[in-house]
């Protein structure tokens, strides 16, 4: 008998996060169209709105990984800001 393959919640995670990504710029895309209805133009606003928690909530949970990877010498656990090269 087979064992079903064990999944890789970080990778799916990943997987997740870049496919709602990709959608949420194709929303974005499509309602930058001139031509676009108002019907069409709220049902993907509505979209972005819930790709864009989505996506949020994603960067959210990876931001609390990271800051519990940041452990200082003495072996406590510290939150530390995490700055890009614009805030440098």
């Known amino acids: ?7 890789n919640p970080e990778k799916e995670t990943k997987v997740d ?3 709602s990504l990709n959608r949420l710029e194709q929303v974005v895309k499509r309602l ?12 993907l606003f509505e979209e972005g ?3 864009s928690r989505e996506c949020q909530k994603q960067l959210e949970e990876a931001e609390a990984r990271v800051e519990i990877l940041m452990k200082k010498a ?3 656990f510290v939150a530390e ?5 614009e805030s440098s």
């Open 32 to 43: 930058e169209s001139p031509d676009l209805s108002l019907d069409d133009a709220m049902k």
């Open 49 to 51: 709105v819930k790709l």
């Open 1 to 7: 008998m087979t064992q079903p393959a064990k999944s």
């Open 74 to 76: 003495d072996g406590k």
């Open 17 to 19: 996060f870049e496919r």
């Open 81 to 85: 800001p995490f700055e890009t090269e």
